[in-house]
């Protein structure tokens, strides 16, 4: 995962981040397979230099992490689309 470094504003924080995903039910050898080579290239020191100065911080946790990530912000984000009145058109 890579997380864009922002200013906010006192009590709230909002942090985008990039990551790959793959469909649901993708191989565990894929997964492990990408999720390898993804942190070989990140771990590159002109790959670093490039991201950091756009502002953005490679994490380049596991998969299970990155899970928990999404996990923890979907109250967040729900409470958000709820309070805004958000509603999904088609």
Do not use: C, Y
Not at 44 to 63: A, E, Y
Not at 69 to 86: D, L, M, S, T
């Amino acid at each position: 995962m890579i997380r864009a470094r922002i200013s906010g504003f006192p009590g709230f924080e909002a942090v985008p981040w990039f990551a790959l995903m793959a469909p649901a039910g993708t191989s565990p050898a894929i997964i492990d397979k990408l999720h390898r080579e993804t942190v070989r290239v990140l771990a590159l020191p002109d790959i670093r230099k490039k991201l950091n100065d756009l502002g953005l911080d490679v994490v380049g946790g596991s998969p299970a992490e990155f899970a928990a990530v999404i996990a923890r912000e979907i109250p967040q984000w729900a409470k958000v689309i709820k309070g805004a009145g958000i509603k999904l058109s088609e």
